[in-house]
């Protein structure tokens, strides 16, 4: 990877967000950009400007990005991370999708208030671009920090088949973070109940920089199944596989992905077949 794209309102959830991808950043020695939708009226009806000064409205928050990146960017333990700004005009989702096919992004950070119910712009957003990007994104609520040697967790029911560009996401981090084994969940609700060799063996051969442990757990929910395991198993980042065609699977729907973002308190990191 090269790049980290931030998404940023400046809110304190956009702030932890920040700081988890500067500290990501330095770990795998690659550069951050901080990236601020200017919505189109906005500044219009500011009590402060009108139209005629919407320019030096758009200028002041351009400067005021470039003031919030570099309250992280001059923090001494992260001197060497290399650090970006861009502002655009338009919705927060057209400005990152945009920036993202017209630059080389290897994974977008959002942050969400998490699990205090409160979702804010950035938690509907959050939602919003996981089902839009194919990149992988990687969602920090407000509770989670970074953490070194971070327990990674990787649910599946195996039938997904990722991207060359999200698997090679996963081995860097993993492997950058010094993570030497990633824990497969596999949730099976219903009384049938058997491993998966054939899946194992595949999973094996794409994450090749680390050593999987395989846990199958019966559960009544799928979602109940991830969040209980995430708590058990301390995990640090929960990875799950969004699709994006085929409707018909369970497990990792939209509004799947949705619910787990919502009940669990850990970085979840979207990857896309």
Not at 18 to 29: H, I, Q, S, T, V
Not at 32 to 40: E, I, Q
Not at 225 to 233: C, E, R, Y
Request: glycine share 6%.
């Amino acid at each position: 990877m090269k790049k980290i794209l931030v998404a940023t309102d400046f809110s304190a959830c956009a702030g932890n967000a920040m700081e988890y991808a500067m500290e990501l950043a330095k770990a795998l020695n690659i550069e951050v950009c901080a990236l601020n939708a200017v919505g189109s009226m906005e500044g219009v009806y500011n009590n402060t400007y009108n139209a005629i000064y919407i320019d030096d409205y758009r200028n002041s928050k351009k400067q005021a990005l470039a003031d919030w990146a570099s309250s992280y960017s001059s923090k001494e333990q992260f001197k060497d991370v290399p650090v970006t700004t861009a502002s655009e005009t338009g919705s927060l989702s057209t400005v990152i999708t945009k920036y993202i096919e017209t630059n080389q992004v290897e994974l977008l950070v959002m942050g969400t208030m998490g699990s205090t119910g409160i979702s804010g712009i950035f938690g509907s957003n959050s939602s919003m671009m996981v089902e839009k990007t194919k990149i992988p994104t990687l969602i920090i609520p407000l509770e989670s920090k970074f953490s070194t040697n971070p327990v990674i967790t990787l649910a599946t029911d195996f039938s997904s088949n990722l991207s060359a560009e999200d698997v090679n996401a996963l081995n860097e981090i993993a492997f950058g973070l010094g993570t030497k084994q990633i824990d497969v969940l596999n949730v099976i609700e219903g009384p049938s109940w058997k491993t998966n060799a054939a899946g194992e063996e595949k999973l094996r051969k794409l994450l090749d920089k680390v050593s999987l442990e395989f846990n199958y757990t019966n559960e009544s929910s799928t979602i109940n199944g991830i969040s209980n395991f995430t708590v058990s198993n301390n995990t640090d980042i929960l990875c799950l596989v969004k699709r994006h065609h085929n409707i018909i699977y369970r497990l990792f729907t939209r509004s799947t992905v949705n619910q787990v973002m919502n009940k669990v308190i850990k970085a979840v990191l979207v990857l896309h077949e």
